[in-house]
T-cell receptor, first 115, second 113 residues
């Protein structure tokens, strides 16, 4: 079974530029998550989708971050404009459903460096 | 507000000995706890979990203990093997949390051959 795919794996941009990350979840997984992991910290949930609807985006900085999951499969996360403090690893995860205790499977992440 | 805390950033253990990783939490609404393991350049992978109705869960070399009154859980690995060297994250969920995980800051475990 293929795992969660993410691209690109690494991205370096200058502040005020825009950037987009892509995630392809495990086939059949209805729930998709984007996490931000800053160096030395644990992953922090940015947004959670159930199919193509948003379940939780309470910690998404909506003035600069946006995410979509068209057709309830792939997802993209965009940052526009980027700030220095956005330097982090962006992790995508998926789970079969949002029922009790469904295991989340993580992708390898995209490491973003903002100069 | 750090609701899940891992106060030891790093831990070194001799191969074959027991590794004990600790985690404390402050939110009494957490009802399910998980440990994830992360190798460099990879995403976290699920290791073991425990529900708040239990105080122990075992899976092979890995055992998680939960002390609800102390709001403390620990992961025991015995015997420790070189492949266990990784960063370990403790995570927790609330009853009505929509599967939202709150992670600790992680503990880097190094197994010394």
């Amino acid at each position: 079974e293929a795992g969660v795919a993410q691209s690109p794996r690494y991205k370096i941009i200058e502040k005020r530029q825009s950037v987009a990350f892509w995630c392809n979840p495990i086939s059949g997984h209805a729930t998709l998550y984007w996490y931000q992991q800053i160096l030395g910290q644990g992953p922090k949930l940015l947004i959670q989708f159930q199919n193509n609807g948003v379940v939780d985006d309470s910690q998404l900085p909506k003035d600069r971050f946006s995410a979509e999951r068209l057709k309830g499969v792939d997802s993209t996360l965009k940052i526009q404009p980027a700030k220095l403090e956005d330097s982090a690893v962006y992790l995508c995860a998926s789970s079969f459903s949002s029922g009790a205790h469904n295991e989340q499977f993580f992708g390898p992440g995209t490491r973003l460096t903002v100069l | 507000d750090q609701q899940v805390k891992q106060n030891s950033p790093s831990l070194s253990v001799q191969e074959g000995r027991i590794s004990i990783l600790n985690c404390d939490y402050t939110n009494s609404m957490f009802d399910y706890f998980l440990w994830y393991k992360k190798y460099p350049a990879e995403g976290p992978t699920f290791l073991i979990s425990i529900s708040s109705i239990k105080d122990k869960n075992e899976d092979g070399r890995f055992t998680v203990f939960l002390n609800k009154s102390a709001k403390h859980l620990s992961l025991h690995i015995v015997p420790s093997q070189p492949g266990d060297s990784a960063v370990y994250f403790c995570a927790a969920r609330t009853v009505a949390g929509n599967e939202k995980l709150t992670f600790g800051t992680g503990t880097r475990l190094t197994i010394i051959p």
